[in-house]
């Protein structure tokens, strides 16, 4: 700020630092060694009531780049440096402005590419996350002060610890752990894009309706069969939603060695989508497409994923494949399947399958916590553990001590995530992936 401070100048003359009121946007001018460089903004933010922490100032200049350029080597000149990644967040994490949690929170926020995707870094920022940690860990260490307790008044046999009420409160917790590291896989879709394999057999129009999704010739499209030899990853953001849509290859036997490689690929798609959307061949004869169907069903796990089955080229038909829609939900006898019908090549029914797959979505209060970052995920992992182990040792009455121990690693597991057990190492990986300065 004094840097700052010396170069803003009000009225002819350098602004007195004494007098400067906080958050309070000056205007004036910056000069340097007696030459006006622009006329600014300026915004002083004293400690500790500022993003860091720390006394800062935020310049508002014009969109020159010659100017932005100019007055980063004045004020490197005058003593300044360049930020690093991330270093504005973790200067006021480790001011206490808020935990790692919601530090990371921001990167989050910065990186998201869909309104569900910022809802989630939002609440995050709010210290959702952070606050159902925090009562978690208030009652793990009242269990674990408890039994350690115990250890000092070992010659006593005396026992602090309820082991019934701590069972209970043992249950509870593992609960709520695995509930949070549960939901890293919704979470995870949300940040990265919900996955949706778009299969079926050959020449069904799968890579047509990626093309028509996207709005361009993303996927080779031909009459060949066995066109598509890999798979194509795409995201595009639908309603708020960011997807991940895969074209894979089309399903059938075949000796190509290529093909068959590719073919191989899609089963391992299909196992790892939210939604697979089965393409079907409105030209084909029913019983054709009903096989299809099926095939695609025996593929799936409808406990964990929605199939979305899609009548393509009904351009061809005359009632646009009403009667079909009607046959294959009646032949399939399976709530959980949705149909709907569509042209991919002339653009026919997308806005259906748009509403189809908003139907495929978890329904999710705004306030609900949400696990999105993989090193969360591996945290809670890791204290879930260590809380089974607690359960099985109290189960067979193992000592105390051994008991313990075990609390102690899931507090530490647990506290790993909001910061308040962290390495500089792990610190230093985290904000290097920020933007800089951020």
């Not at 020449?203 to 990626?210: A, D, P, Q």
């Not at 696990?371 to 260590?386: D, P």
């Amino acid at each position: 700020m004094p840097v700052v401070a010396e170069l803003f100048y009000q009225k002819g003359k350098p602004i007195d630092i004494e007098a400067i009121v906080s958050h309070k946007a000056n205007y004036g001018y910056i000069v340097n060694d007696g030459e006006m460089l622009d006329e600014v903004l300026v915004t002083f933010f004293k400690s500790p009531h500022s993003f860091t922490g720390e006394d800062s100032a935020e310049i508002s200049i014009h969109g020159s780049v010659y100017i932005q350029e100019k007055l980063l080597q004045v004020l490197v000149a005058h003593g300044c440096r360049m930020a690093e990644p991330g270093e504005f967040t973790r200067r006021a994490f480790i001011n206490r402005k808020f935990d790692l949690a919601q530090a990371e929170a921001i990167a989050d926020l910065i990186s998201s590419e869909s309104e569900a995707a910022h809802r989630v870094a939002i609440n995050q920022l709010k210290g959702g996350f952070s606050s159902e940690l925090q009562l978690l860990r208030s009652k793990l260490v009242e269990m674990t002060s408890l039994m350690e307790l115990e250890l000092d008044f070992s010659e006593e046999d005396v026992e602090f610890a309820d082991r019934n009420q701590l069972k209970v409160l043992l249950q509870e917790t593992i609960d709520k752990v695995n509930k949070l590291k549960d939901s890293f896989h919704l979470g995870n879709a949300i940040k990265n894009g919900i996955p949706v394999a778009i299969v079926g057999q050959t020449n069904v129009g799968k890579s047509t309706l990626l093309n028509a999704i996207l709005g361009e010739d993303r996927a080779i499209v031909s009459d060949i069969a066995g066109t598509t030899r890999d798979t194509i990853e795409e995201t595009f953001n639908i309603n708020g939603t960011l997807y991940r849509f895969i074209d894979t290859a089309g399903l059938r036997d075949t000796d190509e060695r290529i093909e068959r490689i590719g073919i191989e690929r899609s089963y391992r798609k299909i196992a790892e989508a939210s939604v697979v959307i089965g393409m079907l061949d409105a030209t084909n004869d029913y019983e054709s497409m009903l096989s299809s169907a099926r095939d695609i069903l025996d593929k799936l796990d409808l406990a964990h994923q929605q199939l979305l089955l899609c009548i393509n080229k009904i351009d061809n038909l005359d009632d646009h494949g009403d009667v079909l829609k009607g046959r294959l939900l009646q032949d399939l006898n399976d709530n959980s399947i949705m149909v709907v019908c569509l042209s991919a090549k002339h653009n026919l029914g997308l806005d259906k399958l748009y509403n189809a797959l908003k139907l495929t979505q978890p329904l999710t209060s705004p306030d609900v916590t949400l696990v999105t970052n993989v090193r969360h995920y591996e945290a809670l992992l890791h204290a879930s553990n260590s809380l089974n182990k607690v359960k099985e040792k109290l189960e067979i009455n193992i000592p105390t001590d051994l008991v313990s121990q075990d609390l102690r690693e899931t507090l530490y597991y647990l506290g790993s995530i909001t910061g308040e057990i962290t390495t500089d190492e792990i610190l230093g990986t985290i904000f290097s992936r920020f933007c800089i300065g951020k």
